[in-house]
């Protein structure tokens, strides 16, 4: 591990890519975690493992139009055992305006977090620059494993961002979207994983990876990095997953939650 914590703005979006790129091409496993302020759409109360996988990608799907994403954090494992972590800090939301779509509780959350509300407005990366350091870095040609956790909103925002347009109307038009973009080896979620591991592997990213024994090494310094300390939790804890379940863990691909039942 580098042992840097990499929170990119604008003023450093430069420098990051530069050092992005030559990491990027050697990526075996990588890690997603995407901020954002919250949920507005609900759907109709029922609880949701009654709802069907399309019903469920609806609400998804409904949220993402309306909410903008705030961070990404992206956490690289290499071909030679290192791994790097990016916080990006997106422009766009505008904390002050009483148009822009939030949820107050998750508001208040990410503050507590670190969340530089009013710095993102002035000082955030353009989304569409991220998203051409992704798609010119090397990194969707190296094919590595994706991970997320609780992954179905982290992996409908990165795809929005990635194509650059709205979610599409239907949950497999969204699925195909998903194994485009991602390859072959597609993405996993922790939460499904630890599941299968142990049925008693259960709670937060942080209940998971505690249970695990991951630990981030100088903790403090991720504290207040929330999109990056999840990244780089997820990567940590997928890791010690695929080991523990072996081939097993081929066949929980692409089964997200929030749009599975699990």
Known sequence: MDGAVRSVWANNFAAESAVFHQVAPRATHVALNIQYPGCVVRGDGRKNYKLTAEERYQVIR???ALLRPLQVGI?????DGRRFAWEFNLRGFDIASPHEARDPKS???LVGCGVEF????WAGI??????WLLRDSGLFRARPSWATFTGAYHVAYFVSMMFGETLPADVDTFMGMVRKLFGSLSVYDVKRLAREHDRSCVGSLVDIAKQLAVVLPNEGDWRSKPAERGSMLALLAFETLKQKLGANTEKYRDELCGIQAI
């Not at 956490?75 to 071909?79: G, Y």
């Not at 009013?118 to 407005?121: D, M, T, Y």
């Not at 353009?126 to 998203?131: A, T």
Request: aromatic share 10%; no cysteine.
């Open 62 to 64: 409904a949220n993402v």
């Open 75 to 79: 956490a690289i494992r290499t071909d």
């Open 107 to 109: 508001i208040s959350y």
């Open 118 to 121: 009013i710095r993102l407005r």
């Open 126 to 131: 353009d989304g569409f620059r991220l998203r």
